[in-house]
């Protein structure tokens, strides 16, 4: 039973990477053309979404599930999809450049650490049915993704990753999609003011990759 959750969690984790080319097509349409071209082409994304639920709860049209990575709950009530597109939007708009990617990426690559270690060696729950130890992976992984992009700011990518865990390790009935994002871009945002650090910033992404590869040999 738990090798089966296993598997179909790590079909929807990998599913929910989706995230990865939506924030980098917003970096390269922003630093290419503008913010505003950048944040309309998430919304487009958005409207998307939105057709894809309307058609599914209102119409009731079958969607198909091939690799059944659809959560019971979801099945009558809105995706986590929705939520993470909107959580995009809110955090790239409101929030300064790197905090806002930092945020997004310790939502795709912290919840995948957490459930999957989680359900894998997780022993120890909460009432959530969330795991310490599944914690402990989030809080770990978390902390190396945002010591990749604010390793310059200890306190504020500490702050992040460490809200980004509590609240993800307690959202039960709000999707985590949408709050985790936020509340960690509003921690380091936080942060950030009160030290009086600008993070708006944005560099060549083209550039920046090629250097960000390079780092490794």
Known sequence: ????????????KLFHLYQLPMIVGY???RYYLSE????FAIVVVLVIVLE????????????????GIMRK???KNVSGMLFMVLATIV?????DFRIAVTALLITVFGDLAS??????????KIKTGKTWEGFAAGLVTNL??????LWEYPLILFSMAIVASIVEFLTYKLDDNLTVPISSAFAGHTVAFLLGVSLVQLTNPITDLYQFLTSFF
């Open 73 to 75: 709950h979801e099945k």
């Open 1 to 12: 039973m738990r090798a089966k959750k296993l598997r179909k969690e790590i079909l929807r």
């Open 36 to 39: 505003r071209i950048a944040v």
């Open 27 to 29: 970096i390269v349409l």
């Open 91 to 95: 955090v790239f708009t409101v929030f």
């Open 52 to 67: 894809y639920e309307f058609l599914r709860l209102d119409l009731n049209v079958k969607v198909p599930d091939p690799f």
């Open 144 to 149: 190396m993704i945002a010591a990749v992009f």
């Open 115 to 124: 459930a999957l270690i989680g359900i894998k060696y997780g022993k120890h």
